[in-house]
């Protein structure tokens, strides 16, 4: 299971790095729709907190003490992608996409040798080996979005998203839950046909609530790299249109998906 999870987490970040390593350098420097942040501010924070998960594994006690700089950072008002440039030194351009493959590379087979359920350190509550490099790919495949969004390519996804969609599900507390909302008594039926074709499915399937379509959508909305509206889900009941509005998968305070038509893929190209 470790070695599978590790290696798509490498092959996701393969498929970007493929990406940007044959686009103009100046393309590295364009600010896309997520927070106008740059394809190198994208990988920046992405190796920054690879970096992290991975002192988490092998330097568990100097994590501890980087989690703590890390959040004082934050308290005093700085913003979180402030911390991954300076922690990173500066580093730009073709040098840090290079060093980021080098690094998700070797800490990917790391990784892939460790207990599935090792408990790890992390700015939240501690996680599980698995979780961990789970959370690294999903990351890495959300911050991507935008940066196919920008070039205008028409992202062609594999059953490897699995990994998200499955993050996604089991986060159903949790986006009501950080919003101090109460949570809904029974998860909706999550019906989802896989790139592959294959039929993904989770949680009950006499549930009125429902979601279903493509896997790839669904993992659009539980990233907010997309507003459901603006994608073809079919989502039926109460629970289930509240969960679509306010998903979200990913660690952090609460945070609104993006409004309708505003994240989007620029003059779509197939890549």
């Known amino acids: 299971m470790m070695q599978q999870l590790a290696h798509d987490f490498r092959d996701e970040s393969e498929a970007l790095f493929a990406l940007l390593a044959r686009q103009d350098i100046a393309?590295?420097?364009?600010?896309?729709?997520?927070?106008?942040?740059?394809?190198?501010?994208?990988?920046?924070?992405?190796?920054?907190?690879?970096?992290?998960?991975?002192?988490?594994?092998?330097?568990?006690?100097?994590?501890?003490?980087?989690?703590?700089?890390?959040?004082?950072?934050?308290?005093?008002?700085?913003?979180?992608?402030?911390?991954?440039?300076?922690?990173?030194?500066?580093?730009?351009?073709?040098e840090l996409l290079e060093t980021w493959r080098a690094f998700y590379t070797a800490m990917s087979e790391r990784f892939a040798v460790v207990e599935p359920k090792l408990r790890l350190q992390w700015v939240?509550?501690?996680?599980?080996?698995?979780?961990?490099?789970?959370?690294?790919?999903?990351?890495?495949?959300?911050?991507?979005?935008?940066?196919?969004?920008?070039?205008?390519?028409?992202?062609?996804?594999?059953d490897r998203i699995r990994n998200v969609a499955q993050i996604g599900v089991?986060?159903?507390?949790?986006?009501?839950?950080?919003?101090?909302?109460?949570?809904?008594?029974?998860?909706?039926?999550?019906?989802?046909?896989?790139?592959?074709?294959?039929?993904?499915?989770?949680n009950s399937p006499e549930s009125t609530d429902r979601i279903s379509g493509l896997a790839s959508e669904f993992c659009q909305v539980v990233t907010q790299v997309r507003n459901v509206a603006d994608t073809?889900?079919?989502?039926?009941?109460?629970?289930?249109?509240?969960?679509?509005?306010?998903a979200q998968c990913f660690a952090g305070g609460p945070e609104?998906?993006?409004?309708?038509?505003?994240r989007r893929t620029a003059q779509t190209r197939q890549a």
């Open 27 to 94: 393309v590295l420097d364009r600010p896309t729709l997520f927070k106008g942040w740059t394809p190198c501010d994208a990988i920046s924070h992405l190796h920054a907190w690879n970096i992290a998960a991975d002192m988490a594994l092998s330097a568990p006690a100097d994590f501890v003490l980087h989690r703590e700089r890390v959040i004082a950072h934050v308290a005093s008002g700085g913003r979180l992608l402030e911390f991954d440039l300076k922690l990173l030194g500066g580093l730009r351009g073709r």
């Open 124 to 158: 939240g509550p501690e996680m599980s080996a698995r979780s961990s490099i789970t959370a690294r790919l999903m990351e890495t495949w959300a911050h991507a979005q935008a940066i196919y969004d920008l070039l205008g390519v028409a992202r062609t996804d594999t």
């Open 170 to 202: 089991n986060t159903f507390g949790w986006s009501f839950i950080n919003r101090g909302l109460p949570v809904p008594a029974a998860a909706p039926h999550v019906r989802l046909e896989a790139p592959s074709g294959a039929i993904w499915e989770w």
């Open 256 to 262: 609104d998906p993006p409004a309708p038509g505003t």
């Open 232 to 246: 073809q889900l079919e989502v039926s009941g109460d629970t289930a249109q509240r969960w679509m509005s306010i």
